[in-house]
T-cell receptor
Framework: QQQVKQSPQSLIVQKGGISIINCAYE??????FPWYQQFPGKGPALLIA?????SEKKEGRFTISFNKSAKQFSLHIMDSQPGDSATYFC????????????FGTGTRLTVIP | NAGVTQTPKFRILKIGQSMTLQCTQD?????MYWYRQDPGMGLKLIYY???????DKGEVPNGYNVSRSTTEDFPLRLELAAPSQTSVYFC????????????FGPGTRLTVT
């Protein structure tokens, strides 16, 4: 059972365009929603994260939009660059265990020059 | 700081063999985790630990064992390897209570044939 559902599976965007990746969850106990970025052959690295008490968080070209009532959150990458080409994972945590993370299935983003 | 280190980087096992994947962190983190990553499936938590001497099962623990005798080390043991254990394994760590960010190692690519 996938606790966090992510779409699309893959995404191709022109340089300078906006990349949008969506995630949905069911467990209302989740209270931390990070996005991880993974380059080929590397481990995931935290990109940006949000708590459910705010609807949006922006860091540079990366923005998380959060809709608590719909139980959805999304990552927007503005002015996408070829260097952003990577796999992106959304995740959620609810203070269980060791703040265990439940990951989405990932989105492979390709930014075309 | 080296962060989270994992050895080996690659390994090929025959069915029925055993091995230990090593994980070490030098950030004095209390929490440590083992994940497996399969194509299109995201990351699944195998085992986690909230401190030396304390471990617990994650989502997919069958076929694996862990121990945590020190804060720094969190080895993952595979007994009687099966083809279904072919995967990329990631170790991660985080500071502990109230801090959610997890830092990932570079991964171990394991093939069981």
């Amino acid at each position: 059972q996938q606790q966090v559902k992510q779409s699309p599976q893959s995404l191709i965007v022109q340089k300078g365009g906006i990349s949008i990746i969506n995630c949905a969850y069911e467990n209302t106990a989740f209270d931390y929603f990070p996005w991880y970025q993974q380059f080929p052959g590397k481990g995931p690295a935290l990109l940006i994260a949000i708590r459910p008490d705010v609807s949006e968080k922006k860091e540079g070209r990366f923005t998380i939009s959060f809709n608590k009532s719909a139980k959805q959150f999304s990552l927007h990458i503005m002015d996408s660059q070829p260097g952003d080409s990577a796999t992106y994972f959304c995740a959620a945590s609810g203070q269980t265990g060791a703040n265990n993370l439940f990951f989405g299935t990932g989105t492979r983003l390709t930014v075309i020059p | 700081n080296a962060g989270v280190t994992q050895t080996p980087k690659f390994r090929i096992l025959k069915i029925g063999q055993s091995m230990t994947l090593q994980c070490t962190q030098d950030m004095n983190h209390n929490y440590m985790y083992w994940y497996r990553q399969d194509p299109g499936m995201g990351l699944k938590l195998i085992y986690y630990s909230v401190g030396a001497g304390i471990t617990d099962k994650g989502e997919v623990p069958n076929g694996y064992n862990v121990s945590r005798s020190t804060t720094e080390d969190f080895p993952l043991r595979l007994e009687l390897a099966a083809p279904s254990q072919t995967s990329v394994y990631f170790c991660a760590s985080s500071y502990g209570t109230g801090v959610y960010e997890q830092y990932f190692g570079p991964g171990t690519r394991l093939t069981v044939t």
